[in-house]
């Protein structure tokens, strides 16, 4: 506490002109890195905005008058060619980017074979100090346990929207699972998984580049296979030897890993702690999902191993976007990370406490949604008064809760509170919707409930066995007539056009994706309503030993002190 304060405990203290090259992918993130220059460094700002953010413009300078009119703060557009003319500029002297590292390392050391001398030689290009967030491959670690059929379908539907939030455009997206080959219920855990990621609301991919890669991990994955009329791409695997694409490439776009590896309790917790920070590239975020019984009987051996996780952000039962939107908490890549080795990035933003010498934040959350959680008030836990949380994929209510969160958050109204939890309790789907109208239209050729002309194509009701809960759900499926009705297909069997294969990601590679214009990163969804959740904390200090975030084979520091600091949350 002592040396908390930053910039602020020298106000008097200019720390020049910052220059943030803004994310193209959320628009709050220009924002907050802004004001951390501002604030943490005692420096004016200079923002430029992505490419895919241009259209904003008029929206970034009437948000931020306040800041522009004083003089702190000037936002512009371009292209890299402005981008590389701001960094070279003598008046700047800081610069901060999210992005990725191959934009990174053009800034640092330049392009072509003078770019390989410099960097062997150690003599960056870039004369200036330059911090940076740069996403990874992050894990989502499944500890197994005994849990009951609405435990693996919420959890499931968790995993889902941990990867297709904002169409997979994000640097903490969840990516690869980490799952027990020996959980007796693995099976059970996975055909939930594949419907709750084939049947989440159709996000179309938009980011510049998302059907590239898409294709990219087509071909490394022959057998994988396409979900949600193939806007998404499900990769089932075992650990091989060496680490594979889907461990070492962010793909950035809505392609969703499964690995499983030997073992139960916290053998397994070990073993996939070891495969996270050894295999998977980036140290951003790491994400892991266990029952309360389960954790209470690890005991100290579950610390141990969050412990030994070496990410800049960790949520056990939660997201790691938790961690993202809540402004007391550090975002940043586990220390360690060079301009030679950048992994996941250099130094750190939000941190609204102003702490120094960070090295991790911690964010913790219930496993049970509301009534379920009422459970953790007699046999542990974190209690939930939320029966499905706004920001998952399959919630109806989703938008207007965040934005409920959202205002309460500015204006601390109690009782437009206590209306937004009441919209909240209608989050639950419709039984009687279809789970993905998508799917229906390729099939049929319309929306469910439309009739081509009066009389014709009657519904016919179509009742489905939900596999991971024995739970009866009736669709209505609007058919040509003639046609049989067909429930909407899982990814694991989802059909060709000519309904004789599986369509598996090698019969699918090359098929074009569509994307949303340029500029629609505007439309992205609310992130403010996560604010209000997970218990969270900070790890201070080098505990642990650090790894830079590409490495895979952590090299040790020396410990320093580790003390764990608790920001007031309403578990959520």
Request: proline content about 8%; charged content about 20%.
């Amino acid at each position: 506490r002592a040396g908390a304060g930053l910039a602020q405990r020298s106000p008097g203290t200019p720390g020049g002109v910052g220059l943030v090259l803004g994310a193209g992918n959320v628009t709050s993130i220009p924002v907050a890195d802004v004001l951390y220059e501002l604030f943490a460094n005692n420096r004016v700002a200079m923002l430029k905005l992505n490419p895919t953010q241009e259209t904003l413009l008029p929206i970034f300078t009437r948000a931020l008058a306040p800041l522009i009119e004083p003089g702190f703060l000037r936002v512009i557009a371009g292209g890299p060619d402005v981008g590389a003319a701001l960094t070279a500029h003598p008046g700047i002297d800081h610069v901060h980017i999210t992005g990725s590292a191959s934009t990174f390392e053009r800034i640092v050391w330049g392009d072509g074979p003078q770019a390989r001398r410099r960097r062997r030689e150690n003599r960056p290009a870039l004369k200036k100090p330059i911090t940076a967030e740069l996403g990874g491959v992050s894990p989502i670690i499944v500890v197994p346990g005994e849990w009951s059929a609405a435990d693996i379908r919420y959890q499931a539907e968790h995993i889902a929207t941990m990867r297709l939030q904002n169409a997979g455009h994000n640097c903490i997206a969840g990516q690869v699972v980490l799952l027990s080959r020996d959980w007796p219920q693995r099976a059970q855990f996975l055909a939930a998984l594949r419907r709750a990621y084939d049947e989440a609301t159709a996000r179309m991919p938009w980011y510049p580049g998302s059907s590239e890669r898409m294709d990219a991990a087509a071909a490394a994955y022959p057998d994988a296979m396409w979900c949600g009329d193939r806007t998404r791409l499900l990769v089932e695997t075992e650990a091989g030897a060496v680490p594979g694409p889907i461990e070492e490439t962010e793909y950035f776009a809505p392609v969703l890993g499964v690995i499983t590896l030997p073992g139960l309790g916290q053998d397994f917790l070990d073993a996939a702690v070891a495969h996270a920070n050894e295999r998977l590239t980036g140290t951003l975020g790491a994400n892991i999902l266990i029952d309360p019984a389960t954790e209470a009987a690890l005991g100290d051996g579950f610390e141990r191993a969050i412990a030994d996780l070496r990410y800049g952000a960790i949520a056990i039962n939660a997201w790691t976007a938790f961690v993202f939107l809540t402004p007391t908490l550090t975002w940043s890549a586990f220390p360690g990370s060079t301009l030679q080795d950048v992994g996941s990035g250099i130094g750190i933003v939000h941190n609204a406490l102003l702490l120094d010498d960070v090295e991790r934040s911690v964010a913790r959350g219930p496993f049970r949604p509301f009534p379920r959680s009422l459970t953790a008030l007699v046999r542990g836990g974190r209690f939930s008064v939320l029966p499905k949380p706004p920001w998952f994929v399959s919630s109806r209510t989703g938008a207007t809760v965040s934005e409920g969160f959202t205002r309460f958050r500015m204006n601390r109204r109690w009782p437009a509170l206590a209306a937004t939890l009441l919209r909240a309790f209608r989050a639950w789907p419709r039984a009687a919707t279809t789970p993905h109208a998508s799917a229906l239209v390729a099939r049929t050729g319309r929306m469910p409930g439309a009739s081509a002309s009066a009389g014709r194509n009657q519904p016919r009701n179509h009742t489905a066995i939900d596999s991971a809960s024995t739970t009866r759900v009736t669709t209505r499926v609007q058919t040509p007539t003639g046609s049989p009705a067909m429930p909407p297909p899982i990814c694991a069997n989802a059909m060709s056009p000519q309904g004789t294969m599986p369509m598996t990601a090698a019969s699918a590679a090359g098929r074009r994706r569509p994307r949303m214009p340029r500029g629609a990163a505007g439309a992205s969804e609310a992130w403010a309503g996560l604010g209000v959740g997970a218990r969270a904390g900070v790890r201070v200090g080098a505990g642990a030993g650090s790894r830079s975030g590409s490495a895979r084979r952590g090299e040790t520091r020396a410990p320093s002190r580790a003390s764990i600091m608790t920001a007031p949350a309403v578990s959520a």
